[in-house]
């Protein structure tokens, strides 16, 4: 499509937008007494008009029956929460789902996987990770390495891009990925990364990993309802995410794994257990014996936090209604046009760059304005115009234009408004 920087042409291509009453579902935050140019779905989502209710009936349920609420008579029962949510996860991701259950959160399922799926031996023991991964993930290797009693300066190997580039060649990737051959025991890397806002080409990466005989995880934090994924049939071994990014599930929500078919019923794949993960038939006959449940749902350890569990079926709800690929259909002229609009900002002065993928099938919605000079200047600049977006050290802008709320006289006024604070500069 030919964009124009004009208000009439970003009002029309709302008009045409098949996805345009999705926003009206959101809670749009103000400021200055204006609803906020909102590019900060990346880091939490917005609220969805529904959450209330849908925690307001819990809270219901909770008064009117109690304990009972486990069982039959409250409206969605405590006992089986996480199955009301399990069909539309496998939807966005790609799986069955059998092989999906929402738990926990992020860093704690990262270790829980690590434990099924990071077995060293003296050989086979090295992990392949992104450089400048987020810093929970870093964390999260330093000290499972060290677990097992290793050093994780020749555990680690970190993939940088090469000199003067931001992004990772998949080529790149896939040949450490053949070099380090059988010692390499694991691959985990984001789908989207948070800095820069790559989408790692997973097929090929999970394929080439599991060709030398290693596993394949992937951390979605930044994918999950942003771009489509198949994890099923890219036959990764394991993925998490977690829910108040791009699914809008509100503040520390619960997070969400996929295990693949191959290991559901694999009961003597190493795990850490608690009640949840038990066979039903048996889980409240409270003896010994750990029997996993058949599939993802084997990695539970506690009963369901319903309370919150409920704001995030509300918002799955919505994703059921809109589906991934109508979003991504959008996304992919929203970024597109904000894309057009920075850089003709930018011009000859090269007063900043775009350091995301310039190709739209690596990257999600979010792009990365990386700033040459007065960065900060220019970010707090935005923020007092009611533009909320994100700074991230040393000096990049993270903007993620939503489709799901995001509208294309959103990212029209983000454009304006930066045009307006650089030529004051
Ligand atoms: C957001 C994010 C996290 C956050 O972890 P929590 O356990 O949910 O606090 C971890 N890793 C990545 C890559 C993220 O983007």
Request: a negative charge; aromatic letters at 12%.
């Amino acid at each position: 499509m030919n964009f124009e920087n004009s208000l009439s042409f970003a009002q029309e291509l709302d008009l045409r937008d098949p996805l345009k009453s999705y926003r009206d579902l959101f809670h749009i935050p103000k400021v200055n007494g204006r609803p906020a140019l909102y590019f900060t779905g990346n880091s939490l989502g917005l609220q969805p008009k529904t959450a209330r209710s849908f925690i307001e009936q819990e809270m219901k349920d909770w008064e009117m029956y109690a304990v009972e609420g486990h069982f039959k008579d409250s409206k969605r029962p405590w006992m089986y929460y996480h199955k009301f949510l399990k069909d539309s996860l496998a939807k966005l991701v790609g799986a069955k789902p059998i092989e999906v259950v929402s738990m926990n959160q992020l860093t704690v399922n990262l270790h829980l996987l690590m434990v099924s799926f990071y077995r060293p031996t003296e050989r086979r023991f090295k992990i392949i990770a992104e450089a400048g991964a987020f810093p929970s993930d870093q964390y999260m290797f330093e000290t499972q390495i060290k677990h097992h009693g290793l050093n994780p300066d020749d555990t680690l190997i970190e993939l940088k891009p090469r000199q003067g580039e931001h992004n990772l060649r998949t080529e790149d990737i896939l040949k450490t990925i053949a070099e380090t051959g059988d010692e390499l025991a694991l691959v985990l890397l984001s789908g989207v990364q948070y800095y820069t806002g790559q989408l790692f080409d997973i097929k090929s990466i999970t394929k080439k990993g599991q060709e030398v005989g290693a596993k394949v995880g992937w951390d979605l934090a930044h994918a999950m309802g942003n771009v489509p994924l198949s994890l099923h049939d890219w036959g990764v071994d394991f993925a998490t995410w977690c829910s108040y990014k791009y699914l809008n599930s509100g503040p520390g929500n619960v997070s969400g794994v996929f295990v693949h078919e191959r290991y559901a019923h694999d009961s003597n794949l190493p795990r850490f257990a608690g009640w949840w993960g038990q066979e039903e038939s048996t889980r409240f006959q409270m003896t010994k014996g750990f029997k996993p449940m058949t599939g993802a749902d084997g990695w539970q350890l506690s009963n369901v936090n319903v309370l919150s569990s409920a704001a995030h079926l509300a918002s799955l709800e919505i994703f059921d209604k809109v589906g991934v690929n109508a979003l991504r259909e959008k996304s992919l002229l929203l970024t597109g046009y904000m894309e057009f609009l920075i850089n003709e900002l930018s011009g000859e002065e090269n007063i900043f760059e775009i350091i995301t993928p310039k190709d739209p099938e690596s990257r999600g919605c979010q792009l990365s304005i990386f700033c040459h000079k007065n960065g900060k200047m220019l970010f707090d600049a935005l923020s007092s115009e009611g533009v909320i977006s994100d700074w991230r050290e040393p000096n990049v802008i993270r903007v993620a234009p939503v489709p799901l709320y995001n509208t294309f006289e959103d990212v029209y006024h983000f454009a304006r408004i930066l045009k307006e604070h650089i030529q004051k500069m």
